[in-house]
């Protein structure tokens, strides 16, 4: 079982949807959960960060973490044609630097 | 806004050739990394660097890897003997006391 699991897509949605961006993982170590966004050929984009479980919301972007479940969202509202590009869940352990990645998944959004 | 930042964006080396890459990361940050991404493939971590000294190292990063900070502001990475298979694209991260790390733009490596 991979460590970190991400649908690669693609995914395609109407321009102000709601997205919904979801990661699984195997390792329960893993505490700090961050969604990094990329466009192409370019370098991840630090989005959204959360500690452990709980919701995080800034702006049109809200970070979803399930311990239990070891599972990760990330919601996008409104959704722009701006957003367009591929989303990283990337996650670490206490103690540890070492930044995990999911395969990314690829986003467009239509006008 | 801070930013890392890294050269060159591209480059191109024949197989067997030595390589350098460069980075200048946020100057306030201690935390140092290397990650590369095979065209098609995920993000994988290749070395931390703190307190100028490696502090983790992916399997990856064996002896043909080298990272050091030669100064107050570049971190490189070297890659000896480079091969078809070391062709991806390289980026550099830095981060402060937080968790957080702020990637750089990467620097694509072809190798013919």
């Known amino acids: 079982q991979k460590e970190v699991e991400q649908d690669p897509g693609p995914l395609s949605v109407p321009e102000g949807a709601i997205v919904s961006l979801n990661c699984t993982y195997s390792n329960s170590a893993f505490q700090y959960f961050m969604w990094y966004r990329q466009y192409s050929r370019k370098g991840p984009e630090l989005l959204m960060y959360?500690?452990?479980?709980g919701n995080k919301e800034d702006g049109r972007f809200t970070a979803q973490v399930d311990k239990s479940s070891k599972y990760i969202s990330l919601f996008i509202r409104d959704s722009q044609p701006s957003d367009s590009a591929t989303y990283l869940c990337?996650?670490?352990?206490?103690?540890?630097?070492?930044?995990?990645f999911g395969t990314g998944t690829r986003l467009t959004i239509i006008p | 806004e801070p930013e890392v930042t890294q050269t060159p964006s591209h480059q191109v080396t024949q197989m067997g050739q030595e390589v350098i890459l460069r980075c200048v990361p946020i100057s306030n940050h201690l935390y140092f990394y290397w990650y590369r991404q095979i065209l098609g493939q995920k993000v994988e971590f290749l070395v931390s660097f703190y307190n100028n000294e490696i502090s983790e190292k992916s399997e990856i990063f064996d002896d043909q890897f080298s990272v050091e900070r030669p100064d107050g502001s570049n971190f490189t990475l070297k890659i000896r003997s480079t091969k078809l298979e070391d062709s991806a694209m390289y980026f550099c991260?830095?981060?402060?006391?937080?968790?957080?790390?702020?990637f750089g733009p990467g620097t694509r490596l072809t190798v013919t």
């Open positions: 990337a996650m670490s352990r206490p103690g540890n630097e070492k930044l995990t």
């Open positions: 991260a830095s981060s402060g006391q937080e968790v957080q790390q702020y």
């Open positions: 959360t500690y452990s479980s």
